[in-house]
């Protein structure tokens, strides 16, 4: 047998696993890439990515059901620990083009390759304190994702950087009503930072600078047209002496001209300071610990077969944080000018708050155990409808609110897979999956720029002992055309074009039963 399988001897054995441990708690830092749609991440497990997440909640020996369904946990007998790790690799590589919002085509690349490549931790703990009740504890990152373009990319003003991780500790228990029915349910304190940065386009906010001056002109022309129609109306009564609404009406011309004369002047003076390319940068940081809940339900209508219902609640975030900007020296000149100050936007480092909700989850999961095989599937369903928009409000009154729109629908995930037993110690395993996307063209933006997903994993599987065993897993994710049909910004500058996507995972796991 190969050298990398040989049996590790009782002193090795917890060593090795408080390495991979070691490893896990470092890495709960680290934001992960998303592998399910969305945002949503499920790896949790080297075991269960083998068969593609199929029999998340029911296949057993895998101490990760304290997070996906703690009613499983009534079958882990003894006190288990379980570490893994998953290296994310993804990329989203951009194609298209983009203008401003007068039709100016936007200078810059297509962004290089969004994604990178980082490690998603997992660590779980359970333990029976009677014959029907288990607890546990898991830490894993549920949800997560990054992004990150060139600076000077053409899609700058939607997006640069995006960056969310969602860290969950759950407690969970399980209570066995007996030898066929078991329930279970968790508590879960989650942890969210995000990290938002993208360019402004100060010549977008010009013109809209410019387009607020031609409306306040068009409201006193307006003003003055209905003042000089007055008038002329009291002449024709007689109730105004012709010399003298002669003279109010050239004096209302007068003050007309003089507006519109300072009007051209205050817009020579924006275009001026904010010419095409003047770039500024915004930078929103925030986090927030909100409590969410799962409970779980775990049969087996026969020696073989088992069954599991999963619910995760929706956990809504109300976020604190930070806004920082970097205007132009052209965009400070207007901000100088009084008589701009009061009525523009002034890019000043701000408090701000948001309201986020990661989705719920339900899932329904099968296994079927033979004494050769066992086989599969899962079927899970996410409310992405919860995510309409990403409003933040910020502290200073004079600075906008900013909405981001999403617009998103419920996706499912359906999974097959199983696994193959050569020996006693060896496993082999298999998978396949689907996975909706919950975006569409005419929603998809840069920061998410994912797309409906197909799976195809395998892994491998040693028991050294009875109370030691190492898993690890490979997985390819093939992603749709990912189409984006008009991402719009702040400013109104327009994003078209088409991502290509795909990720691939490498997951590795340490079990010790004491």
Do not use: C
């Amino acid at each position: 047998m190969h050298k990398s399988f040989r049996p590790l001897s009782n002193a090795t054995r917890p060593l090795a696993l408080a390495a991979l441990s070691v490893a896990v708690a470092g890495a709960l830092v680290a934001p992960g890439m998303a592998h399910a749609s969305a945002f949503q991440l499920k790896e949790n497990s080297a075991k269960a990515m083998g068969r593609a997440y199929a029999g998340s909640a029911t296949a057993g020996g895998d101490v990760s059901v304290v997070a996906n369904n703690p009613a499983a946990m009534s079958d882990l007998d003894g006190t288990y620990v379980q570490a893994d790790i998953t290296a994310i690799n993804f990329s989203a590589k951009f194609n298209g083009s983009a203008h401003d919002a007068l039709g100016n085509p936007i200078s810059g690349g297509n962004g290089g390759d969004a994604g990178t490549t980082l490690p998603v931790p997992a660590l779980a703990i359970s333990t029976k304190v009677s014959d029907r009740v288990n607890l546990g504890l898991a830490l894993d990152v549920p949800f997560g994702f990054q992004t990150e373009y060139d600076r000077n990319w053409m899609g700058r003003y939607d997006a640069i950087k995006t960056k969310l991780q969602s860290f969950d500790s759950t407690l969970s228990a399980s209570f066995k009503i007996n030898d066929q029915w078991s329930v279970g349910a968790s508590a879960i304190a989650e942890r969210t930072n995000v990290d938002l940065t993208n360019a402004i386009n100060f010549n977008g906010v010009g013109n809209g600078i410019i387009n607020g001056i031609n409306g306040q002109l068009a409201a006193g022309a307006a003003q003055a047209a209905a003042g000089i129609a007055q008038i002329q109306a009291g002449m024709a009564a007689g109730q105004i002496p012709p010399a003298q609404g002669a003279a109010m009406i050239q004096q209302i011309l007068q003050q007309a001209q003089q507006g519109a004369a300072t009007a051209a002047a205050a817009k020579a003076g924006v275009s001026a300071a904010t010419p095409p390319g003047s770039d500024g940068y915004a930078q929103v940081k925030g986090n927030s610990w909100a409590w969410g809940w799962q409970v779980g339900a775990y049969w087996k209508p026969t020696a073989n077969d088992r069954v599991a219902l999963d619910y995760r609640s929706r956990i809504s975030h109300n976020f604190d944080g930070t806004a920082n900007f970097t205007t132009t020296p052209g965009y400070d000149l207007l901000l100088a000018n009084p008589a701009l100050a009061s009525s523009i936007p002034p890019f000043q480092r701000t408090e701000g708050k948001a309201r986020l909700t990661n989705p719920a989850v339900a899932t329904l999961s099968y296994w079927h155990q033979e004494e050769k095989f066992g086989l599969g599937f899962d079927l899970a369903w996410t409310q992405w409808s919860v995510m309409r928009q990403l409003t933040l409000n910020y502290a200073n009154p004079q600075q906008p609110t900013t909405v981001l729109p999403f617009n998103w629908r419920n996706t499912w995930y359906a999974s097959v897979g199983g696994d193959y037993y050569v020996t006693d110690k060896l496993t082999l395993r298999a998978g396949v999956a689907i996975d909706q996307a919950p975006m569409s063209a005419s929603n998809r933006d840069p920061r998410v720029p994912d797309a409906a997903r197909r799976m195809a994993t395998f892994g491998i599987g040693y028991k050294a002992s009875e109370h030691f065993e190492i898993n690890a897993s490979y997985a390819h994710i093939f992603v749709s055309h990912a189409g984006v049909n008009g991402a719009t910004s702040a400013t109104g500058d327009v994003l078209t074009g088409s991502f290509d996507d795909y990720g691939n995972l490498l997951s590795v796991s340490a079990q010790y039963k004491f």
